[in-house]
């Protein structure tokens, strides 16, 4: 596609459940990211996925946050039983290849509201 | 990753030029610096990036101090569009470092008509 899609763009559930939120990154784009902003925040780094090497998880917030990279494209973050806290839009971003030189494409987020 | 500092809220009059200021004291020697913005309801998008030189694009301008612990984005004449979130990172050069890219709060531009 032409850019980075992701889906739902808006997520309504309740306390408890589980959630899948969807990245489609752009093409040929090895690195893709998950950020996670809360209303009036910067973005908080989630995990980063890189070809085929282990993903970085550092910045996932409990054990209830997971993300998958299928096949080096579609990317899924899941939430288990959510909580109101969680509640924030999520990015997605990929780029070119690994290094600093390439920018980075974010998506449109996807609002999540936890009631 | 090196922390960056910015003020979090500036105005600007509608066809000035903006000037939007980001500390970057401990950065290293390669770590670029990469300017994006946010309008609301988006997702980031990125504007410009350097290392050590100034540098020019279609979007706006970046000013680095020759010690290269601040920096300069240039919006030569501001419209209304560029209402927005300005987000200064650094990031290491290194492919096997860190690629994570660590957005502070940024600082909300306004334009003022």
């Known amino acids: 596609g032409a850019g980075v899609s992701q889906s739902p763009s808006n997520k309504v559930t309740e306390k408890g459940k589980d959630v899948e939120l969807r990245c489609d990154p752009i093409s040929g784009h090895t690195a893709l990211y998950w950020y996670r902003q809360s209303l009036g925040q910067g973005l908080e780094f989630l995990i980063y996925?890189?070809?085929?090497?282990?993903?970085?998880k550092s910045g996932l917030p409990s054990d209830r946050f997971s993300a998958e990279r299928t096949g080096g494209s579609v990317s899924t973050l899941t939430i288990q039983r959510t909580q109101q806290e969680d509640s924030a839009v999520y990015l997605c971003?990929?780029?070119?290849?690994?290094?600093?030189?390439?920018?980075?494409?974010f998506g449109s987020g996807t609002q999540l509201s936890v009631l | 990753d090196a922390k960056t500092t910015q003020p979090p809220s500036m105005d600007c009059a509608e066809g000035r030029a903006a000037n939007l200021p980001c500390n970057h004291s401990?950065?290293?020697?390669?770590?670029?610096v990469y300017w994006y913005r946010q309008i609301h309801s988006q997702g980031p998008q990125y504007i410009i990036h350097g290392l050590k030189n100034n540098e020019t694009n279609e979007m706006a301008s970046l000013i680095i101090t020759e010690d290269r612990k601040s920096s300069t984005l240039i919006l030569p004449h501001a419209t209304l569009r560029d209402t927005a979130v300005y987000y200064c990172i650094v990031s290491p050069a290194s492919n096997f470092g860190n690629e994570k890219l660590t957005f502070g709060t940024g600082t909300r531009l306004t334009i003022i008509p």
């Open positions: 971003a990929s780029r070119r290849q690994q290094g600093t030189n390439e920018k980075l494409f």
């Open positions: 996925f890189q070809g085929n090497s282990a993903p970085d």
């Open positions: 401990t950065i290293s020697g390669n770590e670029y």
